[in-house]
């Protein structure tokens, strides 16, 4: 059983920034790969980023083309976070923003490859 639950989510302007958390329990969380997903009204829930649990030729984070050098994820095993640190926010990036688990510690880029799926929160850039 994992539970997720995001965090940090709000207005800003775009060009800005803004730092998403996820807090997750369970004891296994450095086994599972972690990813952010979004879906915003009337969209297909899109891929933002991944980062794996175990290392697969030396990369361990992979990004959508829509973010890729804007987005950064990061995760502290010790604490049981991921984080999605978002810089230069469009108007295009508003949406609802997911936290998923994978139990395959490869990852994935494919939504319904994840297990365990957090409550949402709502990222809203301005023009």
């Known amino acids: 059983q994992v539970r997720l639950v995001e965090s940090g989510g709000g207005l800003v302007q775009a060009g800005g920034s803004l730092r998403l958390s996820c807090a997750a329990s369970g004891r296994t969380f450095g086994s599972y790969a972690m990813g952010w997903f979004r879906q915003a009204p009337g969209k297909e829930r899109e891929f933002v980023a991944a980062i794996r649990a175990i290392s697969w030729s030396g990369v361990n984070t992979y990004y959508g083309d829509s973010v890729k050098g804007r987005f950064t994820i990061s995760r502290d095993n010790a604490k049981n976070m991921v984080y999605l640190q978002m810089n230069s926010l469009k108007p295009e990036d508003t949406a609802v923003y997911y936290c998923?688990?994978?139990?395959?510690?490869?990852?994935?880029?494919?939504?319904?490859?994840?297990?365990?799926w957090g409550q949402g929160t709502q990222v809203t850039v301005s023009s």
């Open positions: 998923a688990a994978d139990d395959n510690a490869y990852g994935s880029t494919w939504w319904y490859d994840y297990n365990y």
